[in-house]
């Protein structure tokens, strides 16, 4: 895509289906003869203009508004043209047919096509070419995608800051502060046999403390805005008829689940992604954990063992009515067993122990105990996840981040770490400072895309939808 920057692109912007509205989007240079040809007239720059969309015989296809935002003032940085026309997908596609087809047709006045090579905009190539013409960078072009994605009022919200640049701001405040120390050992190697220390004068280690605490700042922002953006996936895991089902209906408010008395009701894993304080909760019900001679049985304790392994957290229910039995607690036993040696020691296994309402008097148990019939308890568990998950109080500032802009960040710690060892040493080290604050500049133009590879801009762009 990105050899393909200089071709006039065109795309429905809008989403697919009937709605009241949908908007054709044309960006490319020079686009005054298909203005003609499409409307008939000259345009005012930005300036909302009701008139007739004409097909090459000069019959209407539909009416609507049009607007022409000339170069350099557009989204895109290129002269941008849209089409506002009724939102029916035959409308829209006529429309794009007919640009398509007028862009071939020879300019009178130049006695060439109106507008060569103009094609079919490819997933994100709008929002790409904003990037490359410089008009937002490469994390405010991911906030786009991940505002239109956005599942909570939080998320959305948390996209809208990154979009209007106050993520990029923080990354462009480290940025400036770790070219000024770059700047200071440089000048150090450049001019050895001066009697000034520019390290000692400028207060270089002041300076890289200062700098590595706001980068420790941004990380745990960056953290809490990744888990708005990718929430995490839990697992409900158990013997069978232990109220797993009953427990994921209860977290959804829902009915999602089939609940039965019957061991093994569930065979397959049935997930529902659910919303504690505005962060995304993946949560799978999952067959329960037992051996069974029952070939369809054995399929779905397989499926659960995997699930469990892809998980963030794990709900290792209990069942209260019959947990100081020698073959349940046996059982349990052993499925703990299984699931610490499945589980890297990351991941926070939660011991949940329901029926609660079942049970008249019971001896205090670690994990939280609840009823997934009642209710009684949900609600503690909602705040363990999030507890869990490393959630915080959303402050006001949070914008939305991705795991790459957190992995970007987690190697600017590393890199300033090690620059501080290699500052503490001084002279025999200074060039490894050098490179060590260089690699960490390389990590944070990462994030937005001052520095980065076009196979990874590609990747990137290529997940957004057509028109974007």
Not at 88 to 107: F, K, M, N, S, W
């Amino acid at each position: 895509m990105l050899s393909r920057t200089n071709d006039p692109i065109v795309a429905v912007a809008t989403a697919p289906g009937r709605g009241a509205v949908g908007i054709v989007r044309v960006s490319g240079a020079r686009l005054a003869p298909l203005i003609n040809a499409l409307c008939g007239r000259e345009l005012k720059p930005r300036e909302a203009t009701y008139l007739p969309f004409r097909d090459a015989r000069g019959e209407p296809i539909d009416r609507g508004l049009v607007i022409h935002f000339p170069a350099p003032h557009s989204f895109t940085g290129e002269d941008v043209l849209e089409l506002q026309a009724h939102g029916g997908a035959v409308v829209l596609q006529l429309l794009v047919a007919r640009c398509l087809e007028a862009a071939t047709e020879i300019d009178a006045a130049t006695s060439l096509p109106r507008l060569p090579h103009l094609r079919i905009a490819e997933p994100g190539e709008f929002s790409q070419r904003a990037f490359l013409n410089g008009k937002i960078d490469l994390a405010q072009a991911e906030a786009i995608a991940d505002l239109i994605d956005a599942s909570t009022e939080a998320a959305v919200r948390s996209a809208s800051r990154s979009l209007s640049g106050e993520f990029s701001r923080e990354i462009h405040s480290l940025r400036d502060a770790l070219v000024n120390l770059r700047m200071l050992v440089e000048a150090t190697l450049d001019f050895p046999e001066e009697e000034i220390d520019f390290l000692q004068k400028a207060d270089a280690t002041g300076q890289l403390d200062s700098l590595r605490a706001q980068v420790t700042a941004v990380q745990r922002r960056a953290r809490q805005g990744a888990l708005l953006r990718e929430g995490i996936k839990v697992v409900i895991a158990g013997q069978p008829n232990a109220g797993k089902s009953s427990l994921l209906n209860a977290l959804a408010g829902a009915e999602l689940a089939i609940v039965s008395a019957v061991p093994g009701t569930t065979r397959d894993v049935v997930s529902q992604t659910i919303q504690i304080h505005g962060v995304p909760v993946h949560v799978a019900d999952t067959a329960g954990l037992r051996d069974s001679t029952d070939e369809v049985e054995q399929i779905g304790v397989a499926r659960a063992w995997g699930q469990i392994e892809g998980a963030d957290a794990v709900l290792f229910l209990h069942d209260l009515t019959r947990a100081d039995t020698d073959i349940y607690a046996a059982a349990d036993h052993e499925i703990l067993q299984g699931l610490q040696a499945k589980l890297s020691s990351s991941v926070p296994v939660v011991n949940v122990w329901n029926k609660r309402d079942a049970v008249a008097n019971t001896h205090p148990r670690s994990g939280i105990m609840l009823s997934a019939k009642t209710g009684l308890g949900v609600g503690a568990l909602r705040d363990k996840l999030l507890e869990v998950a490393g959630w915080q109080a959303v402050p006001e500032g949070t914008y939305l981040a991705r795991a790459r802009h957190v992995q970007a960040l987690e190697r600017v710690s590393g890199h300033l770490g090690i620059a501080n060892e290699h500052l503490l040493a001084r002279a025999q080290q200074l060039d490894l400072l050098a490179e060590e604050l260089r690699l960490a500049q390389n990590a944070l133009n990462e994030i937005t895309g001052e520095f980065g590879a076009d196979d990874l801009l590609g990747v990137i762009f290529s997940r957004f939808c057509i028109g974007k």
